[in-house]
């Protein structure tokens, strides 16, 4: 057996024990990444569009609402979904590698990176398939249910398609970017500290700074979001396809550079 | 057969053995002995590749371990009784622990079954006892069903019965030909089990002695001990 498929074997086998060790009862994607990842985006855009349906059919009501377009649809999974599969997969990297977890990594997986590319490819791969099926769900019955506001949301309008395209994509990649963070910060509550900062403050925030609209043009989670046709402020000058593939280069180089610092601390203690 | 030639490890600045010749072949239990610190476990996490190695081999089979397909499945090992997964049950752990290693899921129910396990296997880990650990460690070292065993003080805990269970069990895994390497404080347990003892002090090995000789010269192995190791004044 030559050493890439002994290599490609233990990724398998680390993505199948991953699958193992999330899931059942007590495990983080039942209690943490369903209620925050599926159930809230689904809930918070069901209940908006309520709302909105029926203050638009309030008779002689001043308040006026616009029309939703299919761009401004799905933002609630783009805004939780992805950032909870960023931040599940942080939270499994660091916490796989605490305590007598992390000799145990070493003792199944001789290569430092093999367990945290098993982590990427098992959060990446469900994170796109929920956001693929959150998108599909939420573009599909949204005109229907609520024609007045949503009318305009079609599934099968160039937006649509690219949200169809593009948002799997970014949940994959963002993953493969929480592995590597978390592998640089090494702990689990800081890891999920860090990208929330990140993801919900600093990015939003980083127009209040010096010369920021420039600056905010290069926040990576913002390119992501911009690259799948949400209507954000940002306009990076790489378009949108270069947005996103700006995103999955950041995601990647985080992702290796975590594999770095874990090969050095493999190899210091 | 597990093979070790000339082994250092450093840790930081530390040099926490050096020089370390051993060798355990198949069908043999061999107990490592010495005071706390002395550097067994560091030497048992070695040979599970977990510790990196500044000089000299472990081989595990005629080969590094690290050039395996699956190094779980060359070598079984139970280091410790902390949970990695407190919320985990017990059968999911072995689940996780057998996809890890690409051991087949029926072989959880056999290492269940294999150290009576069946009626807690449903329950959290993190409200496991120390000897309930035991057995759970124990039967994580089983799962992969590997020719090459280590245990790290697997008697901490057991009650009478586990300890003779387990007395049982070290025979029939030498019976059946394979190499078991274990460290324990509890020389009247290693006096009965082991073929031979190897004394760590000061980073390395200082006596590799077959248990029948110690008990021969000294007349029990806790006295053997004590002069093999120069430790005399009762500091270990």
Known sequence: ?269 | MIEIDDLRVDLGRRTILREVNLTVAPGEIVYLLGRNGAGKSTLLRSVCGMAPLRSGEIRIDGAPLRTAPSPARRIGMHLGIDPVHPGHTGRRQLRWLAAGAGVPRSRVDEAIALTAIGGYAGKPVGGYSLGMRQRLGIAGALLPDARNLVFDEPLNGLDAEGIIWFRGLLETLAADGRSVLLASHLLSEVQRSADRVVVIDDATVVADRRTADVVDRYGDLETGYLALAGARDGAA
């Not at chain 1, 396809?241 to 985080?254: I, N």
């Open chain 1, 1 to 269: 057996m030559s050493a890439a498929t002994a290599a490609a074997g233990q990724v398998a086998r680390g993505v199948y024990a991953e699958a193992v060790r999330s899931s059942g009862l007590r495990g983080v994607l039942l209690r943490g990444a369903l209620p925050a990842g599926v159930l809230l985006p689904l809930l918070v855009t069901y209940v908006i569009a309520f709302a909105f349906e029926r203050i638009a059919h309030f008779d002689g009501s001043d308040i006026t609402v616009t029309e939703t377009t299919t761009t401004n649809s799905v933002f609630w999974v783009l805004q939780f979904t992805v950032a909870v599969g960023t931040i599940t997969a942080a939270f499994a990297q660091a916490s796989a590698l605490r305590g007598p977890g992390r000799d145990v990594d070493r003792y199944l997986y001789p290569r430092s990176g093999t367990s945290a590319l098993s982590r990427w490819i098992f959060y990446g791969l469900l994170s796109a398939a929920v956001s693929l099926v959150l998108v599909t769900v939420i573009m599909a019955t949204l005109a229907p249910a609520f024609p007045t506001v949503y009318g305009q949301v079609d599934l099968t309008s160039s937006a649509g398609v690219r949200f169809l395209i593009t948002t799997p994509i970014l949940a994959f990649f963002a993953c493969g970017l929480g592995v590597g963070v978390a592998s640089v910060i090494g702990h689990p509550a800081g890891s999920v500290a860090f990208l929330l900062l990140w993801i919900f403050l600093v990015e939003d925030s980083m127009y209040l700074v010096p010369d920021g609209t420039r600056v905010q043009a290069y926040m990576p989670f913002l390119n992501g979001i911009w690259s799948t046709g949400q209507e954000i402020v940002i306009t990076p000058m790489w378009g949108k396809d270069g947005a996103l593939v700006y995103f999955a280069l950041v995601s990647t180089a985080a992702f290796l550079v975590g594999t770095g610092v874990l090969a050095l601390r493999r190899r210091r203690s």
